[in-house]
């Protein structure tokens, strides 16, 4: 069976040649992302593998199915990128890896909240240069503090456990409040209350179009003067111009993100040599209270091995008939 696999680093061709040793996979390797320009690319394949930053618009998917490709397998847990109307339509099915290691992403949005309240960022540099001073590196005890997580799956409830291991109140918001973290201290509440009360919020629901932007200039307003503010999940969650406007002003006082709005002309290349073009993104780089990292929540060994046996398996089914995992469309 051959697999057309798209926007592949030499670290999921690894993972992924692991996994499927033994089978009649064969792989065609691609660095390029898929989208309608390049889906040619996917002649003679079975089926096509794809990652964040694919686009699997209606375009992409109407030259799949011309191409006779009869299945899309996603190498992750989001699939705000897939069309999936048009999949139906088209009777494409489109798998993913709906969990692998949520843990991976929540240690990493913990990272990201430890890395700015203690300044590691600057500490690391300044200690390298032989400069030992502490000013500016304030930080404030952890103990105590409302955590808000919003979209309480698999990420966001190992998140709350992490914080309530450090102590802290957690107030959470999902449509699906859950008994289970409710009887362990969870706090469910309205979206405007965890928003008011909370001094670290922490954004762990799909990007859906109900959710695009939901964190705006309106809601920024609304939420403590120097919250700190995690995104972990999906870039367009965030209205990153009122995001910047309120750094300015004092209202965020912290922003860590792991994603990008338009992180898809960005992340996961090597672009030091190049001049970068979005002004935006560059903005955000300027703000001493501003940690990005490149989409690397979920790039742990343990989470690479998972997503491709996962991705394994779903090929594996399809091929043999069998009814499919993890299917959001098709
Ligand atoms: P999940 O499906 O287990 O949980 C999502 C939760 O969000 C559900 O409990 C759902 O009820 C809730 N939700 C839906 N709409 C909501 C709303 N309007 N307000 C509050 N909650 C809402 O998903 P999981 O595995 O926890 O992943 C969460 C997100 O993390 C994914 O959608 C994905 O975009 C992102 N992600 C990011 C990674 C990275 O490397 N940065 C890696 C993996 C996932």
Redesign the pocket.
């Known amino acids: 069976m051959l697999v057309a696999a798209f926007s592949t680093k030499p670290y999921d061709r690894d993972a992924l040649l692991a996994a499927s040793r033994g089978t009649d996979i064969e792989w065609r390797w691609h660095e390029t992302h898929l989208g309608a320009n390049t889906a040619l690319l996917a002649a003679g394949a079975m089926a096509v593998n794809c990652f964040v930053n694919d686009s699997l618009n209606a375009a992409t998917l109407e030259q799949l199915s011309h191409l006779g490709v009869k299945l899309v397998t996603l190498r992750?847990?989001?699939f705000n990128q897939v069309d999936c109307a048009a999949a139906a339509r088209l009777s494409i099915p489109v798998v993913r890896v709906?969990?692998y290691s949520?843990h991976a992403?929540a240690e990493h949005a913990v990272a990201l909240v430890l890395t700015l309240n203690r300044k590691l960022h600057k500490a690391l540099n300044r200690v390298r240069e032989g400069n030992f001073a502490l000013d500016g590196l304030l930080g404030f005890d952890l103990f105590g503090r409302t955590v808000g997580v919003?979209?309480?799956?698999?990420?966001?409830r190992c998140v709350a456990e992490i914080f309530l291991g450090f102590g802290c109140r957690i107030l959470a918001?999902?449509?699906?409040p859950d008994a289970t973290l409710a009887a362990r201290g969870v706090i469910y509440v309205p979206l405007e209350q965890l928003l008011a009360e909370s001094h670290i919020v922490t954004l762990?629901?799909?990007?859906?179009p109900?959710?695009y932007h939901?964190i705006n200039a309106e809601r920024i307003a609304s939420m403590q003067h120097g919250v700190m503010l995690i995104n972990?999940?999906?870039g367009g969650l965030i209205d990153t111009a009122a995001v910047i406007q309120s750094l300015k002003s004092g209202q965020i006082g912290h922003l860590g993100l792991?994603?990008y709005e338009e992180e898809a002309d960005l992340f996961f290349d090597d672009r030091s040599n190049s001049v970068i073009q979005d002004d935006t993104f560059m903005r955000l780089l300027t703000f001493p209270n501003v940690v990005v990292t490149a989409?690397q929540?979920?790039f742990t060994k343990n989470a690479l091995d998972a997503i491709a046996a996962q991705t394994v398996r779903n090929l594996l089914h399809f091929q043999r008939g069998e009814p499919l995992e993890a299917v959001v469309a098709g």
Do not use: N, Y
Request: with cysteine; proline share 12%; aromatic share 2%.
């Open positions: 992750c847990a989001g709906p969990e949520p992403v919003i979209g309480m799956g698999r990420i966001g918001h999902d449509p699906h762990h629901c799909p990007l859906v109900a959710t939901m972990t999940s999906r792991d994603v989409h929540a979920f």
